[in-house]
């Protein structure tokens, strides 16, 4: 239900028209791959996917979201707490019928999606206690095998990263990996969405052998300038603002609807860049003093790297000029260093780095 008419302000989706079409006609097909959906911090991946799913026919999709966003997940249990939503009823049916009921459920349910997999009391207690992926998978299966019976389910993970390193009995992401791959490449029954902001995350699952020819990758990037200024304009700034939005800003969605509320709340825009100008100044202050006492080291394979700060101000200069630039000759420790930091992220199929925010304001070389 749209409940945006109640606010006397309201910011519009704007301008994903590219970007949506291409994840509907993935959805227009039979399933095939895993669809990993990745972009730099906060440029809309997860308000492109609400959008969308929102817009969906509910007569014939099924979207189960799990958002692992600021979750803690160490251990099997929370795994487990993550992926289903507990329907507190006792039922004394077996596995397989638990899993045709829950489904039933599910395809009646009223609203946009499922935060999680509706699952009983008993049965959650029951997977908790055995502490083995297998069992879960396999409900898991049999779940979405019923339901593609009169619907097309949809599995959507938002921040797949957080589990990353997981360990139950091995790395569970791969186990997570392979029942992907069970879902959409052999049984073709559900389409299954991951979304990371975490460009070192990607490059390790593009780089993954058991995943070769069994992913697409969609990146949902910042506006171009273009697109900024057309955006800005709807809402009223002027000329001379959009150019100095844009300037510092970029096309970074999250900066340019801080910047419309600003406008809304009467704030002179150039004192709302200057605000955000300092405190971009101070954060990058606070990573090159923190560097003069300690020294932090980055794991490459098995051995553990020294970050060098010089090499980082060498790398951040080719950015006060540059917005991308090539991933190549490069020192990976300070690279990496960067992506964690969300200073700099990484486009593994265009092999380019870009700045995860406009570094215009280093050219006065403070750094």
């Not at 189960?64 to 929370?78: A, C, Q, T, V």
């Not at 049916?93 to 009983?120: C, D, H, M, Q």
């Not at 300690?294 to 794991?299: E, H, L, N, Q």
């Amino acid at each position: 239900m749209n409940t945006t008419k109640k606010f006397e302000h309201y910011i519009e989706f704007f301008n994903r028209e590219e970007e949506k079409e291409k994840i509907l006609n993935i959805l227009r097909q039979e399933p095939q791959e895993i669809n990993f959906i990745y972009g730099p911090i906060n440029s809309g991946k997860t308000t492109l996917i609400q959008k969308l799913i929102e817009d969906l026919p509910k007569d014939k999709y099924t979207v189960f979201y799990i958002n692992l966003r600021g979750k803690l997940i160490k251990e099997y249990g929370g795994f487990v707490r993550a992926l289903f939503k507990v329907k507190r009823k006792e039922i004394s049916e077996k596995l397989s019928e638990k899993g045709e009921k829950l489904a039933k459920k599910a395809l009646v349910f009223a609203g946009r999606y499922l935060s999680g997999i509706p699952i009983e009391k008993d049965m959650f207690d029951g997977f908790l206690d055995a502490e083995s992926t297998e069992d879960v998978f396999e409900f898991l299966e049999e779940y979405f095998l019923k339901i593609s019976e009169t619907k097309i389910p949809i599995l959507i993970i938002d921040e797949l990263q957080v589990i990353g390193d997981l360990e139950i009995n091995g790395k569970a992401i791969y186990k997570l990996f392979n029942f992907f791959i069970r879902l959409t490449k052999e049984l073709h029954i559900c389409h299954v969405f991951t979304l990371s902001s975490d460009s070192l995350f990607i490059e390790r699952v593009y780089n993954e052998a058991m995943l070769h020819g069994r992913c697409n990758y969609l990146i949902i990037d910042d506006f171009d300038e273009q697109t900024t200024k057309k955006f800005l304009e709807k809402y009223d700034l002027t000329e001379e603002e959009r150019e100095l939005v844009w300037h510092y800003f970029g096309g970074k969605p999250h900066y340019l609807l801080y910047t419309v509320l600003s406008k809304w709340s009467n704030k002179n825009i150039k004192d709302t860049v200057n605000e955000k100008i300092k405190e971009k100044v101070k954060y990058l202050e606070d990573v090159f003093d923190e560097l003069l006492y300690t020294s932090p080291k980055v794991k490459i394979g098995d051995k553990e790297n020294i970050v060098n700060r010089e090499k980082l101000m060498e790398l951040l200069k080719k950015f006060t000029e540059h917005e991308k630039i090539e991933d190549k000759g490069i020192s990976r420790a300070e690279k990496i260093y960067f992506i964690n930091k969300n200073i700099l992220f990484l486009d593994i199929k265009k092999e380019l780095l870009s700045r995860n925010q406009n570094l215009t304001y280093l050219q006065s070389g403070k750094f």
